[in-house]
C-alpha cells in the first residue's frame, strides 16, 4: 500500500514556484508518478497519490505548500486553485498507474471528523451540512465522482473564489476518478452557529466539546461510534469500496522499569475496530483493509511534537531530540500482534 504524497512539498519547489498554486506542480507530479510506476508498479496492490487532500482546505500549509503573510488569513482563490491542481494530478497519477500497473488499485484518501450538530435547532443541522461538505466531502466528491459537487458553485460564489480550469481538466476527472475510498478518522467534531462554547483540538482542527465523550490527552474526543458512523456515511455516498488507512491514539506514554503499559491505547484501538466490524457485518459496508496510525513513535504533525506518541513501540526521545533512541515495544505491540495473527478475531 502506497501513499505517494504525504504533504511535505518539496521546500524548492514552494519558494521558488509557490507550491501548488503553480499548475507547473502537475508536470512535475507527473515525472514523479511515471518514474514510480515504471520502477516499483509490479509491487504496488493499492496507491493513494494524496495523503488528506483535503487538509489543502483547513492546512493549506501542510496540504499544498501554500505560504501566507504573517497574520493575515490565506487567500481562498489560491487554496482551491492549489487543490484543482491536487485533483488534476491525482487524476493523472490514476492514469499513468493504469498504463502502466493495471493490477493496482486507486484511492483517494481525505481526513474525517462526523459532525455532531450541538443543539437540534435547525441552524446547527445546517451547519452540520456546510460543515461537512467544505471539510471533507467536496474533496471525495470530485475525485471518487468525478466532477465538482454543485454546492461548490454556490460556496465559490458567496466566498468570492474563482477557478481556472484548462480545457480537458472536466473529462481527465471524470475518466479517472478513483477506484476505492480511503480516509483518516481519530476523532468526531461538533458543528454549532454558538460562538460561545467550550473549544477542543481535533486532527488540525478545533471543535467545539462533545460533553459525551471522553478525550485524549491532547483533547480529542474519543468517539468509536463516530468512526461506525463514518463508515455507513461514506460508503453510503460513494458505493466504492473503503480503506481505513489512519486511525490511533496520540498519548503521553510514560516508561516504567523498561515497559510501556498503554492499555489506554489497546481499549481505544479495540473499541475502534469493533466498531469497523459492526460496520462490515452488522451494516454491509465494504470495507478492503485497515491500517493504524503508527506503528512506531514519530514526530506529531498535528502538534510537532514527540511527546504525542502513536506507536505501538516506544523511542527513548523527548521533544527536544535527546534520548537514547532505544526501540522498545509497549503492551499494545504484543496485544496488536495477536489482533493481526487473527485477523481481528481475538481482541482481547
Known sequence: FLTMNHYAVPLYLVENYGGWTNRKLVTFYER?????????????????????????????????GLVKEKDKSYNQSLVFQSLHHQFIASAQTIKIARELSPKSQSGCMVACFCYYP?????????????DEEIHQWFAVDILA??????????????NDIHLKMEEGDEALLKEYACDFVSFSYYSSSIATVQEDGQQTAGNLVVSTKNPYLKESDWGWAIDPLGFRSTLNELYDRYQKPLFVVENGLGANDVLENGSIHDDYRIDYLRQHIQAMKDAVEKDGVNLLGYTTWGCIDLVSNGTGEVKKRY?????????????????????????????IETNGEDLY
Open 32 to 64: 514523479f508518478a511515471r518514474t514510480v510506476f515504471e520502477h516499483w508498479g509490479q509491487y504496488i496492490d493499492y496507491f493513494l497519490p494524496f495523503n488528506e487532500i483535503n487538509a489543502g482546505y483547513f492546512s493549506p500549509y501542510n496540504g499544498v
Open 118 to 130: 450541538l443543539t437540534s435547532s435547525p441552524e446547527d443541522n445546517l451547519k452540520v451540512v456546510r
Open 145 to 158: 465522482n468525478g466532477h465538482y459537487p454543485s454546492y461548490m458553485d454556490r460556496f465559490f460564489r458567496e
Open 311 to 339: 506507536g505501538f513501540i516506544y523511542v527513548d526521545r523527548d521533544n527536544l531530540g535527546n534520548g537514547t533512541y532505544q526501540r522498545i515495544k509497549k503492551d499494545s505491540f504484543y496485544w496488536y500482534k495477536k489482533v
